[in-house]
């Protein structure tokens, strides 16, 4: 059973930055996908970014691109999410997700929590 584990979250202030970061259990094959989907208080769960395990290729939601970068470290079977110019509406659970879709969820994380404050 893959089992994916996050870590990184905290809180910051608007403008800030923080990194997530997610192992995962076993080495990923090359066409498998990680991803990052969050769950904002009171608001449904949204696709985050994704990258593909073997070429490194990304996918971002317009909300987050140019101001997030997700990538992957193969030696370290990790993703990673770094995160910059956090705003208020970026406060939320955030899940490492692995899977075979650009929106990969057949796995999930714990979740790890980032408040941005204004």
């Known amino acids: 059973q893959i089992q994916l584990v996050e870590s990184g979250g905290g809180s910051v202030q608007t403008g800030g930055s923080l990194r997530l970061s997610c192992r995962r259990s076993?080495?990923?094959?090359?066409?498998?996908?990680m991803g990052w989907f969050r769950r904002a208080p009171g608001k449904e769960r949204e696709f985050v970014a994704a990258v593909r395990w073997g070429t490194g290729g990304t996918t971002y939601a317009d909300s987050v691109r140019c101001r997030f970068a997700i990538s992957r470290d193969r030696s370290e079977s990790a993703a990673y999410l770094q995160m910059n110019d956090l705003k208020p509406e970026d406060t939320a659970d955030y899940y490492c997700?692995?899977?075979?879709?650009?929106?990969?969820?057949?796995?999930w994380g714990q979740g790890t929590q980032v408040t941005v404050s204004s």
């Open positions: 076993g080495r990923p094959y090359s066409s498998y996908i």
């Open positions: 997700t692995g899977g075979t879709s650009w929106r990969p969820q057949d796995a």
